[in-house]
Every structure is written in structure tokens, then in C-alpha cells.
Nanobody
Framework: QYEIVESGGGAVQPGGSLRLSCTFS????????IGWFRQAPGKRRERLSC????????HIVDDVKGRFTTSRDAAKNTVYLQMNSLKSEDTAVYYC?????????????????????WGQGTQVTVSS
């Protein structure tokens, strides 16, 4: 039985920072992409970032590049999403997800698709 658990969400003022954590277990394949997504009510799920477990190569989408970064601590089975300079439009439920993935030569997790395993999400609210 797999388990993916997000934590670190909360309420912050605009300009503040949060560090989200994704801890995962029970994923028995050798290589994965671990992705961060967010979704606000009535909106489509938005992909934010991913990191490969094979080589820790990471990708950040253009919409949040420069404010958000992702990293992995293999010893703790944890992937982080550091969010700085938060804006009200960042308010959403943030999800961590995984898919079996070995990146093709020269490519990274940005080509991964159809994420299979999902956590239950953590709420981030940015308001004054």
C-alpha cells in the first residue's frame, strides 16, 4: 500500500514564504517522477514542478519559476516545494504525486505524464 503525505501548508500574508513537504512510502519501482500540483475550486489542476528520483533533475514551470523551487532528500523519502514571494493567486490546495518514470537520455521529468499516485493535499491560503 502506497502512501503520499503533503504537509507544510497554512495561511500567510502576501510576500511570505512556505515550505511544503511530500513524504512517500510503499512505491516499489526503482525510478519515479515526483510532481507538485495545485488546484483551486472550480479551476483545473495546474502542474508546478517535478523531480526525478534517478538523478534529482528538477523542472519548474514558467508561471512560478523564480519564486518556487523543488528538491529531494532521498534519505528522508521527502520532496520539498519552497515557495517564496507568495501572491493571493497562489491560494489553492497543493498536491504531491508520483509516476513510475525513467527519463530518456538527455531528458527530464518534464516529459512525464499520467501521474498515478496522489496525496490528499495541503491547503495554502495567501491573504492580507
Amino acid at each position: 500500500q502506497y502512501e503520499i503525505v503533503e504537509s507544510g501548508g497554512g495561511a500567510v500574508q502576501p510576500g511570505g514564504s512556505l515550505r511544503l513537504s511530500c513524504t512517500f512510502s510503499g512505491l516499489l519501482w526503482e525510478y519515479y517522477s515526483i510532481g507538485w500540483f495545485r488546484q483551486a475550486p472550480g479551476k483545473r489542476r495546474e502542474r508546478l514542478s517535478c523531480v526525478n528520483t534517478k538523478d534529482n533533475r528538477a523542472h519548474i514551470v514558467d508561471d512560478v519559476k523564480g519564486r518556487f523551487t523543488t528538491s529531494r532528500d532521498a534519505a528522508k523519502n521527502t520532496v520539498y516545494l519552497q515557495m517564496n514571494s507568495l501572491k493571493s493567486e497562489d491560494t489553492a490546495v497543493y498536491y504531491c504525486a508520483a509516476i513510475v518514470f525513467r527519463p530518456p537520455a538527455g531528458l527530464g521529468c518534464e516529459v512525464a505524464y499520467e501521474y498515478t499516485w496522489w496525496g490528499q493535499g495541503t491547503q495554502v491560503t495567501v491573504s492580507s
